[in-house]
């Protein structure tokens, strides 16, 4: 009896024993267990790593801040049996996983947060609102942000409840900076559909003496090409690669490392800029081949006008006169009094004495001219009078000075032949000063500008007759009488001054602007359809070979499609185009880029780029005096990030009446550090997918473009949470 009781007993041992240790010996010698596909199916949070032979469960993993970090199925288990997966999926860290992740799925507005955030968003919008639009106007209108204190206090004076909160300048700053990322934010939404770029760059120093370079981009959007500043930099170094650096860094924030093709620069003349060997120019070139640099053409316009000047040495006196009758009634209230009561003798209005500065001399000369063409009689009697009756004997130098070279033939001849000729270089400069301006209309503009220089060599101008029909023989000139010095003038056709002047400006005009006859730009006179043939069989072979040498020039930013297509549609387009010779071209191309017919969709590839290239680096001048306006001698210390924000939003920002604050506030609730929150909870980050840039296979149509630029709305009914959402 004994021995079957410790045969039982040694059985029972055994089977004790060797539970764990049988089960490791019958998986590895007597069956070999394999991950089963058709788990998926039962467990679809289930996923297998093949390459280091472990399953995990991926929403476990998903949510690192939920789950049970010691779980196999989280570390990874290479024991590939199913009670393990049972366990787990009961288990109660993995049930609030799943939890979350289904509520990541689901639109804010059915989420727990999102709950509470629709229960208080009308009465907590309609306040940001308020606070928003109001430091949104300070922004634009280049106030201080400490106004914004003392403009809530008088809104909520007047009524209008804002809450307690985010009242102070801090929270000002916070609001401009996420309006300013929200403008740069679809800048960049906007470049993810531009098939082509060009940079535009120029350097200043503001009023701390830092030296700033403003970087902008041109692209086509809806048809339209549009300029916007893409960064403000402060250069590290005023060389060539240091101002390169900054350019770089410019594109790069707008664009990533994947934008839009960069096929053109647009600077003004400067010797670190355009210099062919060390220059930046030069370094763009080095890295981008095909670029094409262009000198800004309002810049080329007005250094033809000083060179012509400097060819002839009494402008340099007749300029200093102008300077002087500045300084002599700029600095002086007295003088300036005594000058308007004269003028209220004479019956004349003074207008005030504008200064003429050594740079954007053709703008402030006409102002400088014009004033001293108004105030002329007023001016003569004044300094005459100062030069015999003033006890300062500085006064009586300068005012005598002044009254000695006003007074004489020549200087008066010159100040009104010079008002005709302003007229026509200032006309021409406001023309080159337009965002829009296009490579096309460049040569047209300049062939019309010296047309006209020559015909005033000829015929003279407004001011010039009015000159020589106010002029008597004894040389007393105007209403006054006033007696002037000097030798007669010759006849105007006949006048040395007035001829040498205008044909060195034609002269230099033509020189400057030689390169709008060279390759590639050139080439894109074919797209100015007012000049086309109006033969129908002239038209027809007219620009081929121009087409066919600027597809040659950028092949490498155009597809094998379009190199071999675009030829075939500029028959085509020129049919279509020239039933509208009387239509703005930048109205006609740009209806046909938002459009795009299929007929045309290769050939508008050109039309895109040569909408894109920039004749004119304008849009940074204004840059540069919205930073005047900005970053004053009382705000010295404001930060590069103040700078660029109240910048972008002074100079790209739409008007404070059609400000719509709703996606800088999304902006707003969905940064900073820790997140804003709201009736408690933490605002989730809306998801926004960048679309991808058009390839150079297939240009995007404009529809397309403009479903792809998404934008984060504030309202819970289309957003939708993120992994980081409180549940």
Same mark, same amino acid.
């Given at each position: 009896?004994?021995?079957?009781?410790?045969?039982?007993?040694?059985?029972?041992?055994?089977?004790?024993?060797?539970?764990?240790?049988?089960?490791?010996?019958?998986?590895?010698?007597?069956?070999?267990?394999?991950?089963?596909?058709?788990?998926?199916?039962?467990?679809?949070?289930?996923?297998?790593?093949?390459?280091?032979?472990?399953?995990?469960?991926?929403?476990?993993?998903?949510?690192?801040?939920?789950?049970?970090?010691?779980?196999?199925?989280?570390?990874?288990?290479?024991?590939?049996?199913?009670?393990?997966?049972?366990?787990?999926?009961?288990?109660?860290?993995?049930?609030?996983?799943?939890?979350?992740?289904?509520?990541?799925?689901?639109?804010?507005?059915?989420?727990?947060?999102?709950?509470?955030?629709?229960?208080?968003?009308?009465?907590?919008?309609?306040?940001?609102?308020?606070?928003?639009?109001?430091?949104?106007?300070?922004?634009?209108?280049?106030?201080?942000?400490?106004?914004?204190?003392?403009?809530?206090?008088?809104?909520?004076?007047?009524?209008?409840?804002?809450?307690?909160?985010?009242?102070?300048?801090?929270?000002?700053?916070?609001?401009?900076?996420?309006?300013?990322?929200?403008?740069?934010?679809?800048?960049?939404?906007?470049?993810?559909?531009?098939?082509?770029?060009?940079?535009?760059?120029?350097?200043?120093?503001?009023?701390?003496?830092?030296?700033?370079?403003?970087?902008?981009?041109?692209?086509?959007?809806?048809?339209?090409?549009?300029?916007?500043?893409?960064?403000?930099?402060?250069?590290?170094?005023?060389?060539?690669?240091?101002?390169?650096?900054?350019?770089?860094?410019?594109?790069?924030?707008?664009?990533?490392?994947?934008?839009?093709?960069?096929?053109?620069?647009?600077?003004?003349?400067?010797?670190?800029?355009?210099?062919?060997?060390?220059?930046?120019?030069?370094?763009?070139?080095?890295?981008?081949?095909?670029?094409?640099?262009?000198?800004?053409?309002?810049?080329?316009?007005?250094?033809?006008?000083?060179?012509?000047?400097?060819?002839?040495?009494?402008?340099?006196?007749?300029?200093?006169?102008?300077?002087?009758?500045?300084?002599?009634?700029?600095?002086?209230?007295?003088?300036?009094?005594?000058?308007?009561?004269?003028?209220?003798?004479?019956?004349?209005?003074?207008?005030?004495?504008?200064?003429?500065?050594?740079?954007?001399?053709?703008?402030?000369?006409?102002?400088?001219?014009?004033?001293?063409?108004?105030?002329?009689?007023?001016?003569?009697?004044?300094?005459?009078?100062?030069?015999?009756?003033?006890?300062?004997?500085?006064?009586?130098?300068?005012?005598?000075?002044?009254?000695?070279?006003?007074?004489?033939?020549?200087?008066?001849?010159?100040?009104?032949?010079?008002?005709?000729?302003?007229?026509?270089?200032?006309?021409?400069?406001?023309?080159?000063?337009? =965002?829009?301006?296009?490579?096309?209309?460049?040569?047209?503009?300049?062939?019309?500008?010296?047309?006209?220089?020559?015909?005033?060599?000829?015929?003279?101008?407004?001011?010039?007759?009015?000159?020589?029909?106010?002029?008597?023989?004894?040389?007393?000139?105007?209403?006054?009488?006033?007696?002037?010095?000097?030798?007669?003038?010759?006849?105007?056709?006949?006048?040395?001054?007035?001829?040498?002047?205008?044909?060195?400006?034609?002269?230099?005009?033509?020189?400057?602007?030689?390169?709008?006859? =060279?390759?590639?730009?050139?080439?894109?006179?074919?797209?100015?359809?007012?000049?086309?043939?109006? =033969?129908?069989?002239?038209?027809?072979?007219?620009?081929?070979?121009?087409?066919?040498?600027?597809?040659?020039?950028?092949?490498?930013?155009?597809?094998?499609?379009?190199?071999?297509?675009?030829?075939?549609?500029?028959?085509?387009?020129?049919?279509?185009?020239?039933?509208?010779?009387?239509?703005?071209?930048?109205?006609?191309?740009?209806?046909?880029?938002?459009?795009?017919?299929?007929?045309?969709?290769?050939?508008?590839?050109?039309?895109?780029?040569?909408?894109?290239?920039?004749?004119?680096?304008?849009?940074?001048?204004?840059?540069?005096?919205?930073?005047?306006?900005?970053?004053?001698?009382?705000?010295?210390?404001?930060?590069?990030?103040?700078?660029?924000?109240?910048?972008?939003?002074?100079?790209?920002?739409?008007?404070?009446?059609?400000?719509?604050?709703?996606?800088?506030?999304?902006?707003?609730?969905?940064?900073?550090?820790?997140?804003?929150?709201?009736?408690?909870?933490?605002?989730?980050?809306?998801?926004?997918?960048?679309?991808?840039?058009?390839?150079?296979?297939?240009?995007?149509?404009?529809?397309?473009?403009?479903?792809?630029?998404?934008?984060?709305?504030?309202?819970?009914?289309?957003?939708?949470?993120?992994?980081?959402?409180?549940?």
């Amino acid at each position: 009896m004994d021995r079957f009781v410790k045969k039982s007993a040694v059985k029972s041992l055994k089977r004790q024993n060797s539970g764990k240790e049988y089960d490791k010996e019958y998986d590895g010698k007597k069956r070999k267990r394999n991950f089963q596909s058709s788990w998926l199916a039962e467990f679809p949070w289930l996923t297998l790593d093949k390459d280091r032979g472990i399953m995990k469960c991926k929403i476990c993993c998903k949510w690192a801040n939920v789950c049970d970090p010691k779980s196999p199925l989280v570390t990874g288990s290479d024991t590939f049996r199913k009670d393990p997966l049972y366990t787990h999926a009961k288990s109660s860290h993995h049930t609030a996983c799943v939890v979350r992740n289904d509520n990541s799925k689901k639109p804010i507005k059915d989420t727990p947060i999102g709950k509470a955030v629709v229960r208080s968003e009308k009465e907590h919008q309609h306040k940001l609102k308020g606070l928003f639009n109001t430091a949104y106007a300070i922004a634009k209108n280049c106030r201080p942000f400490s106004d914004f204190e003392w403009l809530t206090k008088l809104q909520m004076k007047n009524g209008i409840d804002l809450g307690e909160n985010y009242l102070n300048e801090k929270r000002c700053k916070d609001f401009v900076l996420a309006i300013a990322n929200q403008l740069f934010d679809e800048v960049r939404s906007k470049l993810s559909c531009a098939r082509f770029l060009t940079v535009l760059a120029d350097g200043s120093t503001d009023t701390t003496v830092v030296e700033q370079e403003t970087v902008s981009v041109r692209y086509v959007h809806k048809g339209q090409p549009v300029t916007e500043l893409a960064e403000i930099v402060p250069l590290e170094s005023g060389k060539a690669t240091g101002v390169y650096k900054a350019v770089k860094q410019g594109i790069t924030a707008v664009t990533g490392d994947d934008g839009p093709s960069l096929i053109g620069a647009n600077f003004d003349g400067a010797s670190v800029m355009m210099g062919e060997n060390s220059g930046v120019k030069a370094l763009l070139q080095k890295d981008y081949p095909v670029i094409t640099v262009i000198h800004c053409v309002a810049h080329k316009l007005e250094l033809s006008v000083l060179d012509a000047a400097k060819s002839m040495p009494y402008l340099s006196t007749f300029e200093e006169t102008i300077k002087s009758i500045f300084n002599f009634y700029h600095f002086s209230t007295k003088r300036r009094r005594e000058l308007a009561e004269i003028a209220d003798v004479l019956s004349t209005m003074v207008t005030n004495y504008s200064s003429v500065k050594a740079v954007r001399w053709v703008a402030s000369k006409s102002r400088a001219l014009l004033a001293v063409k108004k105030n002329f009689a007023s001016t003569v009697l004044h300094t005459e009078d100062a030069a015999g009756g003033s006890k300062d004997a500085k006064t009586k130098g300068k005012a005598a000075s002044i009254h000695k070279e006003i007074t004489s033939v020549r200087f008066v001849k010159m100040l009104h032949f010079m008002l005709d000729l302003m007229d026509i270089i200032t006309e021409t400069s406001k023309i080159f000063q337009r =965002e829009k301006l296009t490579i096309p209309e460049v040569p047209d503009v300049i062939q019309e500008t010296i047309m006209k220089l020559m015909n005033l060599k000829q015929h003279m101008g407004k001011h010039s007759k009015e000159f020589y029909e106010n002029l008597t023989a004894n040389k007393q000139f105007g209403n006054q009488r006033i007696q002037l010095k000097g030798a007669a003038p010759a006849e105007y056709k006949e006048d040395n001054d007035i001829k040498k002047l205008l044909e060195n400006a034609i002269s230099y005009i033509q020189s400057r602007f030689e390169n709008f006859k =060279e390759a590639p730009l050139v080439y894109f006179k074919i797209f100015n359809f007012k000049f086309w043939p109006q =033969e129908q069989e002239q038209l027809a072979v007219f620009g081929g070979d121009h087409v066919q040498c600027i597809v040659d020039h950028y092949k490498e930013q155009l597809s094998e499609e379009e190199c071999n297509k675009i030829p075939q549609e500029w028959v085509a387009l020129k049919s279509y185009v020239a039933h509208f010779r009387g239509s703005p071209l930048l109205e006609v191309y740009g209806e046909l880029l938002r459009d795009r017919p299929a007929r045309f969709q290769n050939i508008l590839v050109l039309v895109d780029l040569m909408l894109t290239l920039s004749p004119s680096t304008a849009e940074c001048e204004r840059q540069f005096s919205s930073m005047n306006r900005v970053k004053t001698a009382l705000r010295n210390r404001l930060s590069n990030d103040s700078l660029q924000a109240l910048m972008k939003i002074n100079c790209d920002g739409p008007s404070a009446d059609d400000f719509d604050p709703e996606e800088a506030i999304t902006k707003w609730l969905t940064s900073g550090p820790g997140g804003r929150h709201i009736a408690g909870h933490k605002v989730p980050v809306p998801r926004v997918s960048v679309p991808n840039r058009p390839a150079a296979t297939a240009t995007a149509t404009s529809s397309q473009c403009q479903s792809k630029v998404q934008t984060v709305s504030i309202s819970l009914s289309d957003s939708e949470s993120t992994d980081d959402e409180i549940v």
